[in-house]
Each structure stands twice: as C-alpha cells, then as structure tokens.
C-alpha cells in the first residue's frame, strides 16, 4: 500500500468483469494531439488513469472508430474535427458527452481551452474511479467560483504555521534546481478538483520572500504549476519597502513606497508572466499595516492593487482584523473597520473574510461582513487545517462546517440570499470571485497527517468549483476514489465522516460555546484561560461563566454584534424563541437552569452534549473495528489507533469543560453518566 501518498488519484483496479469490459470496449481508441504543456498532462494522466484502472493501453488514432473511440481536446487541437464548445462553460469548463462525430459515435471530452480539457480528463477519469456507467454521457460543468486557492502558512525555515503533518512540502534550500515530484503530485492533486491558485507562504510573512533569490525559487514552483493550471500567488508583509528595500516608510501614500511596490511587481512578472497577486494580512496579531501611518485598509490594499493592475495580478486583503486595544467586542472589529470602506477598493483587489467573526471555531455562525459589502467583492476563508479542531489526531470531516456556512441566508437581498450566492456574486456587479482555503498539507507521507484529513482538502476544492454541492456526495466521492467502491464500507464510513462534525462540536464546544481551548497551542481544553496576556485570547472572555450562567450575550442589551446582521437574522438569533440551539451561547447569557428544547436545564444539557459528543466516538470506533479486512491493514491499523487517541482526547475534554463549568453552576451530574474521568 502507498499509505496514502497517492491521495484519491490511486487509480484503483476496476474490478467486475462486466464493468470493465464495457469500460474497454468503448475506449479502445483515442484521439488526444497534444501540443501545449497542459493537453500533454492531461493526456499522460489520462494514459496513466486508463493503464492502472482497466490495464488498458488505447491505440491513438486519426479516425473515429464508432463506439470505442475517446476524443480529448479543444476545438483548436481538434481543428480538423470541426467541434463547437458553447460559451457558456467558459474558459475552465468542459464537456463529457456520447456524441456523433462523422456520423462515428464517440466520447466527447473537450474544453473552450486546455485546463477545461485538463478539469474534463481528471472528471473522465473520476467516472471510472467511481465505477459510474459511460454508457450515457452528458455532462457540462463550469467552475462557479474564479479563484479557487489554497493558502500554504509555510514559513521559509519549513516550519508550518497551524500545520499538523509535518514539515512544508516547499524546500526551499534545494529550490530552483531541485523540483521535487511532490510539487508534481501536489499540483495534480489540486488539478483532479479544480483548485487553480497557491499561496505558496505563511501570511505572517517573511519580507525575504520578495527578495531576488526567492523569486528565482518561486518561478520555479510556478512553472511547475502552471502544468496544471494553478497561479502562485505570494503572502506579502506590508513593511517589506522598509525591510528589504531600505526605505524610512511603507506609507502606501508615499511615492517611493508606491514605487518600490511597482518595481517589484515588474519584477516578479519578469519571472512568472501568469503571476496570480498577493494575499496581505495587514494590522493584525501584531503585523503591519497601513494604519500604522494613519491610512486605511483601502489605501493599502489599493496601492497594492495599482502596482499588480497592469500585470493583472489581484491582491487578496484580509479582513481577520482584531486588536486588543479595540475594547468593543472582537466578534465586531472587522465589520466596523470594512464595512465603511465598502466600494472603496479598486477593482483588482478580493478582501478575504473567514467564514465566522472570530477564528475557525468548531461552529460559528456565519461573518457579518457576508452580505454587507455590496460593492466590494468578498472572497471566503475556510480552514482545512483543524487549529480548533482537534489538529490532525481527530477525524473530523469539514464539508459540513463549510456547507453550514455557504447555505447560511443572510437576508441581505430578501429570504435566500445564502453566502454562498454573495460569494457567487450574484448580488455584485464586478467580477472577481474566490474561495480560499488554509491548507492542511505536509511533509508527511499521507500529506495530510490524517488518512481522513485528506477529504477536506477534496471538499475543499469541490466546493470552491460549485459551493452549493452536498457533503454527502462529495463525501462518497472521495472515499471511492481513495478507498474502494465497496457498499459495505462505503455507507458506514460515510456515515462516520457526517457526523464527525457535530461530534467534535459535541465533546469541545456545544450549545454555542466558542474559543475554549487550550491557550496558544490551540489544542485540548482551556476554558478556564483568563491570563492569555490580553483579553481577547482569554476563554472567560468569550463564554463568561459565572454563578448565574453562561454565554455571551450579544443583543442589544449586550455587546449588540447582532445589529450587525441582516435584521431577519438579528430577531432571528437575537430571540430565544427562534434562537437554534447551537449558536444560543453565542448571542445570548443564560441562567443554568433557562428550560432548554430538551426540557433540560441548561446545565443539564450543556453536560449531555459533552458525553453525547464522546459517546459517538466510541461509537465511530466501534463502527471502524467491524470493518477489518475491507481495506488496506496499514490504513485500518491507522485509523484505528487514531480513533482511540481521539476518544481519550475527547474524554479529556468532556470532563475539563464538564468539571470547569461545574464551578460556576453547582449543579451535579445527572445520574446515569459516568464520573469524570
Ligand atoms: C489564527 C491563528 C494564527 C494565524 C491567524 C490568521 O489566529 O491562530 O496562527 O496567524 O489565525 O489567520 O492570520
């Protein structure tokens, strides 16, 4: 076994007789010229895919051989065909379809241009990987989304900020003459589900990264990229003027900061024409910014955005922005500061919003800002890596956090304007789009530290192709294509892959709970942290507990983040009629004996989620044991005694919450429950 270095690209043996000959009968033939660099890979990986699945070797051809021919290109390699592509799937859709060509039946795989064929290939390629029929083919398919990014928080000594396998994938010691196949497998892998954008470091940024030497090495990853239709893209420090150029002043209003920003910017196209922009993490956690000089985020960002327009380069500007000496609540800091400088930024520049206001917690209700900038295009930041999520120990699926998000109505343009339609830009006449997410991608064999955390690099990048996908499906996907196609482990591990989730929510942080963990490693339990050496990385500052109750009320008898929702979404949240459940002690401080839905007081039900939660990681155990034999023994083993490091971790955190908050409420453990361990 490859111990899951080959991702879901493993290509698996089609097994089935009758399956496989159909699959070979109908492509025994190919026709694929490929004179770019791009068609040349998707061709090799189509060769490759064909050869490990089917033991199948297609005789390339200059003629439709009717019924058992494969077609692959666009209407400019296929010129002497004379295929039409419709506009309507644009530059990096493609088509798969059963068509007549020269009255000689054929499949059809073929883009407006060679990603498109690249994106069709790897989706061919997928049909087969998930034993789906060819037998009737009709598929068109387009990206809803124009950039689709992974951002890499690698810093240049290999260390990986949140990073939880291993050390980063970029060595950059042995760049520009060593290209490693792992950038090759890393860029196909993003390929197979459409992610065409890398940021390659930390967005705590190094200034050195701009230096002559690093672009060399990153032109080098580039051109590898390019393959594969990803842009690079680098993490910018907004002083860099100062320290790599020597300046007095990054002030982006000063002239010779816009200058050096200029220069650099021809720079770097000089190496890497296709140069995909900067992603900036400005007056944040201590880093710089342009209000450091009195200006705003907007000037920043635009004095950016003027040195990359004429390249066509964007600039992705973060709205994570919070600052302990704001003494408001940390949930409204970026609404307050972004939402006045809505339809400020030139038209070349995304700001970046994470999905919730305060940091990839468990569960969050969705940022604010989604919605209320209707002249500024948004661009949405979700976290692969599992910070708060129990790092790569815990087998936590985060499609459904992201569907949660995505499927969220922000009310802002009547019922149904879900973030996913704002990210879409439905709403929004300019036209830059994006989804990005924070990379959970190592050193490691697996890559992802998790055999299971390689899924939401997958769902990751099936939902920044189409945002409104379900989970489930993806989630079926992903394991035929990385485990087998077999029923009997297919239902029970996808069953355990939806739950993950609401699990983990269970045993860390239920009914609302938020920022809880451990201090500064972000890792187990730490509610009772209120010495962090501000106040806004205190845990008692965000559930304020107290012999009362607990939460955070946040109506306008509180902090009013409400107000700063659509006002359906303010009753809505704001009301405890209406209220859900699992965001109550986001919005609202309650007395631990309020009467809950359950009919249980509000301790009693803050103590039954927490068993809950660990009571279904027994149960994911269990349901893992019986499946011994159905999969390779290395990853079984794996995932076994990842499972149980998990149960012990989630026991741990069951009963520090539990016993922590037991303090404040002086209520006993209902009996029936086991005793903290
Ligand atoms: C979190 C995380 C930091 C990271 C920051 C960010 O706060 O803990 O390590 O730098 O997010 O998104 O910028």
Redesign the pocket.
């Known amino acids: 076994a490859d111990n899951g270095y080959k991702l879901w690209l493993g290509y698996s043996k089609v097994t089935g007789r009758q399956l496989t000959d159909t699959y070979r009968q109908q492509l025994r033939y190919l026709i694929f010229p490929a004179a770019s660099v791009q068609l040349n890979a998707a061709r090799a990986e189509l060769l490759t895919g064909l050869n490990a699945m089917l033991d199948l070797k297609p005789a390339e051809v200059k003629d439709i051989k009717g019924g058992q021919t494969v077609v692959v290109g666009t209407p400019q390699s296929l010129k002497a065909l004379a295929i039409t592509v419709p506009d309507s799937i644009g530059k990096e859709g493609y088509l798969i379809k059963k068509t007549l060509i020269n009255k000689n039946q054929c499949i059809l795989i073929v883009g407006n241009t060679d990603v498109g064929v690249l994106y069709g290939v790897f989706n061919f390629l997928k049909l087969i990987q998930t034993h789906r029929s060819i037998n009737e083919l009709n598929i068109a398919d387009r990206p809803r989304l124009m950039y689709r990014v992974l951002d890499h ?1 690698d810093n240049l000594n290999r260390t990986v ?2 990073g939880y396998a291993g050390s980063s994938i970029w060595n950059w010691h042995k760049l520009p003459d060593i290209i490693d196949q792992r950038y090759i497998d890393y860029a196909r892998a993003n390929a197979s589900v459409g992610i065409n954008g890398s940021v390659v470091n ?3 940024a190094d200034a050195l990264i701009l230096s002559h030497e690093y672009l060399l090495k990153i032109k080098a990853l580039a051109d590898v990229f390019r393959t594969y239709g990803i842009r690079i893209y680098l993490s910018v420090k907004f002083s860099s003027p100062i320290e790599l150029g020597g300046l007095k002043t990054a002030d982006p209003l000063d002239p010779e900061v816009k200058k050096w920003w200029a220069d650099k910017a021809d720079e770097i196209y000089r190496y890497i024409p296709d140069f995909g922009g900067f992603l900036v ?1 400005a007056n ?2 201590g ?1 710089p910014g342009p209000q450091r000089y009195g200006r705003s985020h907007a000037d920043g960002a635009n004095m950016l955005a003027d040195a990359l327009g004429p390249h066509h380069g964007i600039v992705m500007w ?1 709205a ?1 922005v919070y600052d302990n000496k704001v003494p408001d609540d940390r949930f409204k800091q970026a609404y307050n500061e972004f939402k006045p400088l809505d339809g400020k930024f030139e038209d070349n520049v995304i700001i970046q919003v ?1 999905n919730g206001p305060i ?2 917690q468990p569960r969050e209700p969705f940022h604010p800002l989604f919605g209320a900038m209707p002249n500024t295009p948004l661009m949405m ?1 979700f ?1 692969l890596t599992q ?1 708060y999520l129990g790092f790569s120990t815990h087998l936590v699926y985060e499609a459904p956090l992201f569907a949660e998000c995505l499927q969220a109505d922000t009310y802002r343009y009547g019922k149904g304007t879900t973030v996913s339609r704002i990210i879409k830009g439905d709403f929004n006449r300019k036209l830059i789009t994006g989804m990005t997410g ?1 990379a959970n991608i190592g050193s490691d064999l697996n890559w992802c530290g998790h055999p299971f955390a390689q899924a939401n690099w997958y769902a990751f990048g099936r939902l920044a192709w189409n945002p409104d996908q379900s989970p489930a499906n993806i989630a079926a996907d992903w394991l035929r294509m990385t485990f087998n196609n077999d029923e009997s482990f297919l239902s029970p591990v996808k069953k355990i892959m939806l739950q993950s989730r609401e699990n983990t929510v269970n045993y860390m942080a239920p009914l609302g709970l938020h920022h809880i963990m451990g201090q500064s490693t ?1 890792y187990g339990p730490g509610p009772w942290v209120d010495n962090a050496g501000r106040p806004d990385w205190n845990a008692t500052y965000y559930h304020r507990a107290d012999s009362v109750g607990v939460g955070f009320d946040r109506t306008n008898k509180g902090s009013d983040a409400l107000a700063q929702y659509a006002p359906e979404v303010e009753a809505n949240w704001g009301n405890l009629k209406s209220c859900p459940d699992e965001y109550l002690l986001w919005f609202h401080h309650l007395s631990w004996t309020y009467k809950m839905r359950s009919g249980r007081t509000l301790w009693d039900d803050v103590v039954w989620h927490y068993y809950a939660g660990v009571e279904s990681v027994k149960q994911m155990g269990g349901a893992w044991d019986k499946l011994r034999g159905k999969t390779d023994p290395e990853r079984f083993a794996e995932v076994k005694q990842l499972m149980a490091l998990q149960l012990k971790e989630a026991t741990t955190w069951r009963d520090a919450c539990v016993l922590y908050f037991q303090t404040f409420s002086k209520m006993p453990i209902g009996p029936g429950y086991p005793k903290p361990e």
């Open positions: 928080w900020e949140r930390n967005v705590n993490k944040s956690e880093q973060r994570f994470k940091d990839f930041e976290q910070e924070v972000h």
